[in-house]
């Protein structure tokens, strides 16, 4: 079968090739075996402001999936014993379960109040903290990778070092000239590993035990210094801070919510439909 018939079709009269089975006689477009593919069969399936020949190789590829897919089902059919009656209440079954996913989400979407407060947020931290132990160890610090013919380097040790005591505007700026990558949100709990990768800190093998050792790390690679300096460290195992999983919290509560929209949109349903006597349960 030539399929790129069916791009003159479109070509020639998309409007018609597109209206309702009960607004024009169809002739079918394909057939495998005993079944027939319908031009309305294909409604929907073009996109908006789509040029001829990418609406005909899209057709053409419909027409072929759908071709491999009665056949399959034919071949199989005739290999593998099956329940006709099981098939079909598993294709009802995902169709209720696509329409009612579709109108719960759109219930949640018109009803989901999606602020979170802090005081939600460390509510639920405090009941749940057992549940937020940290697969990995995690550190408060700042990083800064520096060539080691940077100008005023024993300076700029000297600043980095002494931090916080120093002042970190002056590393800030010492940085965003002369760094080739630095990290100094201080306040801010990063992965340790995702820190030292690419630095000579990343072969270590105790690192629970560096962490324990070390507040400040000066090490030399190719040229370039690595400098550390960590204010606070926590392992893996230990229960994590809420400043590193507060976005995570905010999303638990939001699906929480979620799911008591959608408990509430049944029994809603189920309630409305007892008071006007929708439904009957025999008993005998």
């Known amino acids: 079968m030539r399929i ?64 491999e897919k009665q056949l399959m ?26 329409i009612v996913h579709n109108f719960e989400k759109q219930y949640i979407q018109r009803n989901l109040n999606t602020d979170v407060s802090q005081e939600d947020i460390e509510k639920y931290y405090e009941e749940k903290s057992d549940n937020f132990l940290l697969k990995q160890n995690i550190i408060r610090c700042i990083y800064a990778q520096v060539p080691t013919n940077a100008p005023d380097l024993n300076q700029f040790r000297r600043n980095f070092r002494a931090y ?30 995702d820190v030292i990768i690419g630095t000579p800190l990343e072969t270590i093998q105790n690192k629970t035990d560096f962490l324990s050792r070390h507040t400040y790390s000066e ?10 300096k960590i204010f606070e460290f926590k392992i893996s195992d230990d229960i994590s801070p809420l400043e590193f999983i ?3 919290i905010k999303s638990i509560i939001i699906n929480k919510r979620k799911l008591t929209l959608k408990k509430e949109l049944e029994e809603k349903i ?15």
């Open 4 to 67: 790129a018939i069916l791009g003159c079709i479109l070509l020639l009269g998309s409007c018609e090739f597109f209206k309702p089975k009960q607004e024009m006689d169809e002739n079918p477009i394909a057939k495998a075996v005993d079944n027939y593919l319908y031009p309305s069969d294909l409604e929907g399936l073009l996109p908006q402001n789509i040029s001829a020949e990418d609406s005909t190789r899209l057709v053409e590829r419909y027409i072929e999936d759908w071709i």
């Open 73 to 98: 089902i034919f071949r199989s059919s005739q290999v593998v014993d099956y329940n006709e009656a099981e098939i079909e209440r598993k294709v009802l079954d995902y169709r209720y379960a696509l």
């Open 164 to 193: 916080p005591e120093s002042n970190l505007e002056d590393i800030r700026a010492y940085c965003s000239r002369f760094s080739v990558k630095s990290f100094l949100e201080d306040s801010l709990w990063v992965i340790f590993d």
């Open 219 to 228: 090490t030399t690679r190719d040229d370039q210094i690595h400098f550390l």
């Open 246 to 248: 507060k976005e995570d």
């Open 270 to 284: 189920y309630n409305e439909a007892r008071e006007e006597n929708m439904f009957e349960i025999y008993r005998h």
